[in-house]
């Protein structure tokens, strides 16, 4: 089934990344360039990362309280399952790194320029074909300028 693309205004609001990554950083990053407040929760950070809350740790029930979306990456499916279990009870907006399947939403390749944004989301399946998707709208935004 197709994903419905939703864009939403993340100014002020709080994300939590739990794992400190690659793929964790990445996706800090990103909420971070959208306006999000972001707390990455990890034992270590694979770099460092400008303008967001780092809590050297490992991810503890009650992490999440107060969030408004929050992502599990790190290297441990029993960490992330916890993340989830806690991201349930509270009803906040949820995405879990290793298993798309318990995902509430879905993080896309970001294409930017011109003042627009576009997202690109594959369904899983075959992600050379959504990387060059995103490297041919990337190339028309910024022919807009």
């Known amino acids: 089934m197709s994903r419905f693309p939703l864009f939403i205004d993340l100014a002020g609001r709080r994300a939590v990344v739990i794992g400190g990554g690659t793929v964790?950083?990445?996706?800090?990053?990103?909420?971070?360039d959208f306006g999000a407040v972001v707390t990455v929760i990890s034992p270590a950070l694979?770099?460092?990362l400008p303008d967001v809350t780092c809590l050297p740790r490992p991810y503890r029930n009650g992490d999440l309280a107060?969030?408004?979306?929050a992502v599990a990456a790190a290297d441990d499916s029993a960490v992330n399952a916890a993340?989830?279990?806690?991201?349930?009870t509270l009803g906040i907006l949820f995405n879990r790194a290793d298993d798309q399947s318990r995902c509430d939403f879905f993080f896309p390749a970001l294409c930017q320029g011109a003042g627009l944004v576009a997202g690109v989301v594959g369904d899983g399946g075959d992600h050379r074909k959504t990387?060059?998707?995103a490297r041919r709208i990337?190339?028309?935004l910024e022919e807009l300028s």
């Open 131 to 133: 990387a060059e998707a």
């Open 24 to 32: 964790g950083l990445r996706r800090a990053a990103a909420l971070r």
């Open 83 to 88: 993340a989830e279990a806690e991201a349930r």
């Open 138 to 140: 990337r190339k028309t």
């Open 66 to 69: 107060g969030a408004f979306l």
């Open 46 to 48: 694979s770099g460092p």
